[in-house]
Structures are given as C-alpha cells and as structure tokens.
C-alpha cells in the first residue's frame, strides 16, 4: 500500500463525538504517518488514537485538556519505526503517552514535555 500520512499546522479541537481529536486505524509496514505542529486539544476522547500502526512520528504538538489520553497507541505493529518527540502533553484526564502493545518495533520517546492534570479533593 506504500501510504503516507500527514497530518500538520491544523487546530483539531473540541468534536463531541466517541473518538479521538486524531484516530487512524491500520496502516501497512511500507507506510509513514507523520503528526507534526498540530494543537489537538479539548476533544471528547484522546487527542491522538493510533490502532494497528506503523511508522509514526508524532512531533512538536500541543496535545492538551482532551478527555482522556493524550496520546494513545491501541497496537504498534511489529518491524515499525517511531519517534515522539518535542510535544506539549499536559492536562489530559489520564496518562499522557500510553502504548497498550508493542512488539519487535523502535521506538524513540524524547524531549517531550508532559504534564499530569492534577486533581484535588476538599477533605472536611
């Protein structure tokens, strides 16, 4: 299939559905996805959903205040390549980079700045 993805410079923020402010579903090993200078933020799911990719880079987002993860990877495919770096990740419901299954792949987490929402309870 050979596709390339990219996904740049947008304002993704604030849909009211089920699903993430970004989500893709399979792509093949021959396939490079690329997130780069987008805010994602205020969605009702993630911010970013990745299901079954490979070769995904993730660079120098602001992915912020969604409902739960900031950046989520359901499945990194086997022999696949990945670089998340230099992002914003704050304030998101849950964890900010949370990888569910990955396998016989490389990947690169650097220079990211993550931020936990903090939650505080008034004990009477």
């Known amino acids: 299939y050979n596709s390339n993805i990219n996904i740049s410079e947008?304002?993704?923020?604030?849909?009211?559905?089920g699903y993430a402010g970004v989500y893709i579903y399979s792509t093949d090993a021959a396939s490079q996805v690329n997130i780069d200078s987008n805010n994602i933020?205020?969605?009702?799911?993630s911010g970013i959903y990745l299901?079954?990719?490979?070769n995904v880079d993730v660079t120098n987002n602001n992915i912020a205040n969604n409902?739960?993860?900031g950046l989520y990877f359901a499945q990194i495919t086997d022999s696949?390549?990945?670089?998340?770096s230099s992002n914003n990740i704050g304030n998101n419901n849950y964890?900010?980079?949370?990888?569910?299954w990955a396998a016989s792949s490389n990947i690169n987490i650097s220079a990211n700045n993550i931020v936990f929402k903090i939650i505080s309870e008034s004990l009477a």
């Open 10 to 17: 947008n304002n993704i923020s604030g849909n009211g559905g």
């Open 41 to 45: 933020s205020q969605n009702y799911a």
């Open 51 to 54: 299901d079954i990719v490979t």
């Open 67 to 69: 409902d739960y993860y």
């Open 80 to 84: 696949s390549n990945g670089l998340i």
């Open 95 to 100: 964890v900010g980079i949370y990888i569910n």
